[in-house]
Each structure stands twice: as C-alpha cells, then as structure tokens.
C-alpha cells in the first residue's frame, strides 16, 4: 500500500493545479460531509454550521493545511502528522471512521471540480493517499 | 434502513433520468477495480485486468457494470421497498457469488463519485446526500439475507 512514484506525482500535479485554491476544496468537502453524514456534525457542536459559515471555511482552510503539509512530507507523514495525530487523539478524539467520510466527500468535491483530470489512476492514487494520511492521523490514538 | 424525503426521491430519479447506464456501468465498475485491486477477485474470468486503460477497456467490465447499474436503475421506483426488490440478489451474492458486503459499499462510493464527474456544479452537497442514503440503502438491502 506504499505511495508509488506514479502515485506521488499524480498527487503533486494534482495540489500543483489547485494552487491557492486547496482551501475551498475542503470547506466544501466538509459541507458535503456535513449533509451526508450528519453524525459527523456532533464534532462541531460549537461551529455555525450554516451554509458558508466564515467558521466551516476557518475549519476548511486548517484541513487544507495539513493536506498540503502532507503532499510536501510524502516521504514522511507518520512523523508529519504526529502533532495532528496527538491533537486528535487526546482533545478532539474523533473516531477514525469520520476521517473515512471526509476523505470521500473530498474525492466527490475534486471530481466535481476537476472532471478532466480525475482519470481512474488519480482517483486510486488519491485515495491511496488519503488513506495514509488518515493512517498517520490516527497513528498516535492508542 | 435510511428513510427517503420526497425531495431524496426526485432528486435520486431525476439525476438517474440523465444516466447513459451503459458508460457510467463501465465507469464505476471499472473505477471499483482500478481503485480497490482487491476487488479484481470476483472477476477472473474477465480477462485482462492488468492495468487502469485495459480495464476500462475491458468489454466485460463494461457489460457487467452495465448489468450492475441497470439492477440499481431499476431500484429507484421502489425505494420504499429496497429489502424486498433486492431479496433474490442478496441470496445471490451471498450464497453463489460470496461477495463480501464491504465491496457494495466501495462500489457504491465509487458511483458517487462518477456522478460527481458527470454532473459536475449540478451534484450539489444536497444531491450527494441523497445519493448517499441511496448507495447505502441498496448495499443494506443486498446484504439483508447475508447468514
């Protein structure tokens, strides 16, 4: 389940392409979580969770961060991660199964957006990719 | 299992009313297979399967994904009852073709996805929703008679 070469460039190209833009990707990532999977608004009980809330897209962009952190580490997320992975699991302890849902909405919002470029060789490498971030996210829970 | 608005119910039919079934069939199948390898254990039957281009292009991938979105199709005029319509498919898969129910829920994000890639701006977060209750409705019902 290692990152390939192919996996890791078709990523890179992919975050290259998106520039600045990574941030409006995952606030509407997190939207799209929010509506689907309404369990997963019992993490944020304390955010406005109304459409366009200045608060989700504070959220989004903090996403957006570590996701762009984790493109420039492909090499090394489990350490990468670590502070994230502690965060997580000691205060927010939010069950790993949420990451999954995120991850997805994710993949729906940049198929959305990039149709083009989301061949089935980025989607599988993309998701191979979200699955090791999430790996190293819950590596520190227990 | 998930109950359906009347607004699920529209918006699940009235994107569906778009769907050429034949290329999103061969889409999602074949997305399923390059994506999630592991699922390629079903289908060795199918020939060649060595890379993401020869299975997109692998006419039994395509005929089979038809065959699967086509069952799907056909579900959404009884979303109601998807227990009931997907009864004998559920037997099926359990008892002849031992799919392992995880795989319904992996196909069924898999056509999430492809719909986004069709539908683009008209796959809003409201008609993801939807069809996300959708997906995990009809994986529930085909795993119902699972023993």
Known sequence: MALSAEDRALVRALWKKLGSNVGVYTTEALERTFLAFPATKTYFSHLDLSPGSSQVRAHGQKVADALSLAVERLDDLPHALSALSRLHACQLRVDPASFQLLGHCLLVTLARHYPGDFSPALQASLDKFLSHVISALVSEYR | ?147
């Open chain 2, 1 to 147: 299992m998930g109950h359906f608005t009347e607004e699920d119910k529209a918006t699940i039919t009235s994107l569906w009313g778009k769907v050429n079934v034949e290329d999103a069939g061969g889409e999602t199948l074949g997305r399923l297979l390059v994506v999630y390898p592991w699922t390629q254990r079903f289908f060795d039957s199918f020939g060649n399967l060595s890379s993401a281009s020869a299975i997109m292009g692998n006419p039994k991938v395509k005929a089979h994904g038809k065959k699967v979105l086509t069952s799907l199709g056909g579900a959404i005029k009884h979303l109601d009852d998807l227990k009931g319509t997907f009864a004998q498919l559920s037997e099926l898969h359990c008892d002849k073709l031992h799919v392992d129910p995880e795989n319904f829920k992996l196909l069924g994000n898999v056509l999430v996805t492809v719909l986004a890639i069709h539908f683009g701006k008209e796959f809003t977060p409201e008609v993801q929703a939807s069809w996300q209750k959708m997906v995990t409705a009809v994986a529930s019902a085909l795993s119902s008679r699972y023993h």
